[in-house]
């Protein structure tokens, strides 16, 4: 079997076992087992390894915020503050944990288990961040774009707040596996201080996931959001899957999925290709619609198969399936409008098969092996007797595994049709795009060639109904794509995932009109209705107005109440603490002993001193 | 069906390059609108007649570039010009299809071994390794 492509959910369950395993080595600690100096200093160059990497994640994620106009800032969301203040937190706790610029970004050898688990989970967040990083790419002028389809739900605000709050949940999980560590008794100047470092650090991660938390208690973020972030692959072409039993159902089900996700990462490519490219050609097009057509009908076929096998149990299942039917069948005429439609064209690049038109040829072979009876069915193959409903699913458990490939298998004819609609449009706007012409004389200046040919450059109704029904089968795919992830989500099939990642994609795509619409938003109270902190009251009070400081007020504030908050929980509330109003704000002395370390204003330390006992 | 047993006997007869390519065009064309009048009589779904007709029609487009085609009156594309003949069965439409693209790799691969251009040539032999491609989906679906 073909190992699947790995996953950002892969990374950070590593990253999460790793650090449950350091807390769990470090909890079997007695405080008298630590190694000075070894352990304190190990556990420090580790978490500031950690907390180094995590920062960069919050760091990507408030790159994107720097670069909107304050205005909008200021009327944003709570996630977006939480966003913010989770990276200063961050960044606090990596400037607590260093001892010289240099250091910051070497843990040298480890010996202490701990230490090495901690490192461990950083390994593999920097990969996991690549992952993500691996679907963007930066033009010359800077700005941020897209390498694939994965790239716009990442950029959507459910997966950033599912990022977002993975990332602090780690941090408290490393700052859990350093308490220990933290509480040790050591002596010497050395190991004191780093013993200190790491306690405040230790208490910045728990501020950043108390921000989190807070966001989270205001706008419940959509756990889609997570679920879609842990199911992003890494963006390469995955691996092609060859059965090693042609006859084994699992097996085919693997080749149509693994195919479909190949088809799915080279339309992309294919999408996105120059409009003077010579990739974009006549034949690839042809070979694409003929073969989503055959695939089309694979799914249509595939899809009744699978409502009768479960009509007698689940009928509602059966009726989903009858209609994801309906809509491979309706895909399938409108492929077939399209590829008549590319039979009357050509274009100026011809014989060029890309590397979608193949993947789309591969994706029809092995539907049909899946659909059909015949062990050796090919396209090539006349019309033959289906595979039995109890072949197909011998037991209802093997149900997701076949709505799994047919799901898979639409949403790559989808953004197969997709590419076929990009490239003609380009080429139609390059003048690419040929018709047969009455002359075989007439000479054409195509690409700065001349070329004596009896064709000429389409336009007019030719290019009109070209595009039109380049449309109609996108269109159509798209419909039946958008069934079979309504019978994944319902069967539990894996591929669900990619149902709802096209939905936070679209959400995303009309983000543009939301930014719209609270653009106009003016500087006032919060718009979550909470008043002002005290500190933030301040700082509005002297006048300042730079976006930056306010949000940093802001959750200077907010740290200090939920601060306030969980100590009131942990030892009882023998005197509820009055925040808000007040300019000077109550706070534990370690959390102001941590601002200070981070380098706090003295300004804003001013307002924030250790509450007098009862 | 006649269309396409009409262009088999005129590519069977076609002598020279120029005649050869003129009924070669025919006969990708008339393939390509017997194939789509089959899927449009609302017959049996026929994957490999599918795959034949992006075959053709690249076969068709590698003749239009021969610069020994000759001019006909209309060789602008016939859409819908031509009334779609009764659609035969799936058998008999393979078997037409198979033995007209196997007449025409032959004839395609004769008359480019003459050519004189390189141009000529090349058009001859791609759509003659087009008319395999159609011929091999075709043969195939009647074993």
């Not at chain 1, 910045?204 to 807070?214: D, G, H, N, P, Y």
């Not at chain 2, 053709?56 to 016939?78: I, K, M």
């Not at chain 2, 659609?87 to 007449?103: E, F, Y």
Request: charged letters at 20%; a negative charge; one cysteine or more.
């Amino acid at each position: 079997m073909t190992a699947p492509p790995a996953t950002f959910g892969d990374f950070l369950s590593a990253a999460h076992d790793e650090l449950a395993t350091a807390a769990a080595v470090s909890s079997s600690f007695t405080l008298s087992k630590v190694t000075p100096g070894r352990d304190v200093d190990e556990h420090r160059r580790a978490l500031a390894h950690l907390v180094q990497v995590l920062s960069a994640y919050t760091g990507d994620l408030t790159e994107v915020l720097r670069k909107l106009p304050s205005e909008y800032l200021t009327g944003t969301t709570a996630w977006h503050q939480a966003v913010m203040q989770a990276h200063d937190a961050l960044t606090s706790a990596g400037s607590a944990l260093a001892v010289s610029d240099g250091e910051r970004t070497e843990t040298g050898s480890l010996s202490s288990p701990a230490a090495q688990h901690l490192s461990a989970a950083a390994m593999s967040l920097t990969a996991g961040r690549d992952l993500l990083q691996g679907h963007f790419a930066t033009s010359a002028s800077g700005a941020r774009l897209c390498r694939s389809r994965w790239a716009v739900a990442i950029a959507s605000p459910e997966v950033t707040s599912g990022l977002l709050a993975e990332i602090t949940s780690l941090g408290r999980q490393a700052a859990e596996a350093c308490e220990t560590v933290a509480a040790s008794v050591t002596t010497g100047n050395a190991r004191a201080r780093a013993q200190h470092q790491v306690g405040v650090a230790c208490e910045w991660l728990r501020l950043a996931q108390a921000r989190v938390r807070t966001a989270s208690q205001r706008a419940p973020a959509a756990s889609r959001g997570r679920e879609v972030l842990a199911a992003i692959p890494v963006n390469v072409l995955p691996s092609p899957h060859v059965p090693q039993d042609a006859e084994a159902i699992d097996e085919l089900c693997q080749a149509v999925t693994t195919t479909a996700q190949r088809a799915r990462h080279v339309a992309w490519d294919a999408a996105n290709t120059d409009h003077r490219s010579a990739a974009i050609s006549v034949t690839s097009w042809r070979q694409i619609a003929a073969a989503c057509m055959v695939t089309s009908h694979n799914c249509y076929v595939l899809c009744q198969t699978l409502a009768d096998r479960v009509a007698e149990h689940d009928p509602g299942l059966a009726e989903d399936l009858a209609r994801a039917a309906d809509q491979a069948s309706l895909a399938r005429e409108e492929w077939l409008d399209n590829a008549r439609e590319f039979g009357e064209v050509t274009t100026d690049v011809r014989d060029h098969i890309s590397p979608a038109a193949l993947e789309a040829g591969e994706l029809a072979h092995w539907t049909g092996k899946l659909a059909y009876a015949d062990p050796d069915w090919t396209p090539a193959r006349p019309p033959s007797g289906l595979r039995p409903p109890a072949s197909l699913a011998p037991e209802a458990t093997d149900v997701p595994r076949v709505v799994d490939a047919i799901h898979e298998a639409s949403r790559a004819c989808a953004s197969l049709a997709v590419a076929n609609l990009e490239q003609a449009s380009k080429a139609v706007q390059a003048d690419r795009v040929l018709i047969h012409a009455g002359s075989r004389t007439a000479r054409y200046n195509i690409g700065g060639r001349t070329i004596r040919m009896p064709v000429q450059p389409a336009s007019g109704p030719y290019v009109t109904s070209l595009l039109a029904c380049c449309r109609d089968a996108s269109e159509a795919a798209g419909r039946t794509a958008e069934a079979g992830g309504e019978i994944a989500a319902r069967t539990g099939a894996p591929s669900a995932v990619l149902a709802a990642a096209k939905a936070l994609a679209r959400q995303q795509s009309e983000l543009p009109h939301r930014k719209q619409a609270t653009a106009g938003a003016t500087a006032g109270p919060r718009i979550d209705g909470q008043p002002f902190g005290p500190i933030e009251t301040k700082l509005r009070d002297c006048g300042v107005t730079d976006t930056r400081l306010l949000w940093r007020a802001s959750s200077l504030d907010q740290a200090g109440q939920q601060v306030i908050h969980d100590a009131s929980t942990e030892h009882g509330s023998q005197r509820q603490p009055h925040v808000g109003a007040a300019s000077r704000i109550p706070h534990p002395a370690g959390a102001v002993s941590a601002l200070r370390s981070a380098g706090a204003d003295r300004r804003i330390l001013a307002h924030v001193e250790p509450e007098a006992g009862p | 069906m006649t269309s396409v047993t009409d262009t088999q006997r005129r590519v069977d007869n076609a002598s020279g390059l120029a005649k050869v390519l003129d009924a070669a065009y025919d006969a990708f064309e008339d393939m390509l609108t017997a194939i789509y009048g089959y899927h449009d009589s609302g017959g049996p779904f026929y994957p490999a007649l599918i795959m034949a007709a992006a075959s053709a029609a690249n076969g068709r487009d590698a003749v239009a570039f021969a610069p020994s085609l000759l001019p006909p009156p209309s060789r602008t594309l016939q859409t819908a010009a031509v009334p779609a003949p009764d659609p035969p069965g799936w058998q008999d439409l393979g078997a037409s299809i198979a033995s007209l693209s196997s007449s025409l790799s032959t004839r395609l691969r004769d008359v480019a071994a003459a050519a004189e251009t390189a141009e000529d040539r090349r058009a001859c032999l791609d759509a003659a390794r087009y008319a395999e491609e159609v011929h091999g989906l075709a043969a195939a679906s009647l074993q």
